[in-house]
T-cell receptor, first 110, second 115 residues
Framework: GQQLNQSPQSMFIQEGEDVSMNCTSS?????WLWYKQDPGEGPVLLIA?????ELTSNGRLTAQFGITRKDSFLNISASIPSDVGIYFC??????????FGAGTTVTVRA | SQTIHQWPATLVQPVGSPLSLECTVE??????LYWYRQAAGRGLQLLFY??????ISSEVPQNLSASRPQDRQFILSSKKLLLSDSGFYLC??????????????FGEGSWLTVV
């Protein structure tokens, strides 16, 4: 699949802070997905984006599908300790497969 | 609601031994099914996907194989494990759609350690 560049690779954040991570691709996608993975568990879907320019929220999480269809970002507002984990972006074009970013590891300082 | 289960959750196997990881999906029919592998601290690599019974597509050359004997059952196998087969294996499913928008849902994962 296409290579996705996800950044930052890791981040330490202060509880209560707003944080942002993003994914970029050299190719366009029709779908962008954001997942969170806790240690030893499977990734859990956070937000799905199906339309260029779409902005979608899920509680304290907000994600946007870039207008160029080559990027997406995820914002977490007012971080709390349970936000710790690895966040993955994934893009899909027109087949059954997803291309995943390498992940952003989030650690919260209490 | 749909659920996905895979087992065993943890497995320690000697080099050269066989492998069988099983995955079942409930609450849906005709799903797309997937096997991913995640090396420690790394992203997810698609190994196999299936759009129907007996239909398997392999993404990377490897020591593993997959089978789909029933609509909602997906099995990952190996005849002889290698040390490099160690990792976290994830089964996943999505609704069958003609166009994109196939949100993929993951199982709990299976830790395989080859010793």
């Amino acid at each position: 699949g296409q290579q996705l560049n996800q950044s930052p690779q890791s981040m330490f954040i202060q509880e209560g802070e707003d944080v942002s991570m993003n994914c970029t691709s050299s190719s366009i996608f029709n779908t962008w997905l954001w997942y969170k993975q806790d240690p030893g568990e499977g990734p859990v879907l956070l937000i799905a984006l199906y339309k260029a320019g779409e902005l979608t929220s899920n509680g304290r999480l907000t994600a946007q599908f870039g207008i160029t269809r080559k990027d997406s970002f995820l914002n977490i507002s007012a971080s709390i300790p349970s936000d710790v984990g690895i966040y993955f972006c994934a893009g899909q074009l027109d087949d059954y497969k997803l291309s995943f970013g390498a992940g952003t590891t989030v650690t919260v300082r209490a | 609601s749909q659920t996905i289960h895979q087992w065993p959750a943890t497995l320690v196997q000697p080099v050269g031994s066989p492998l069988s990881l099983e995955c079942t999906v409930e609450g849906t029919s005709n799903p797309n099914l997937y096997w991913y592998r995640q090396a420690a601290g790394r992203g997810l690599q698609l190994l196999f996907y299936s759009v129907g019974i007996g239909q398997i597509s392999s993404e990377v050359p490897q020591n593993l194989s997959a089978s789909r004997p029933q609509d909602r059952q997906f099995i990952l196998s190996s005849k002889k494990l290698l040390l490099s087969d160690s990792g976290f294996y994830l089964c996943a499913w999505s609704v069958r759609k003609v166009r994109s928008g196939n949100t993929i849902y993951f199982g709990e994962g299976s830790w395989l350690t080859v010793v």
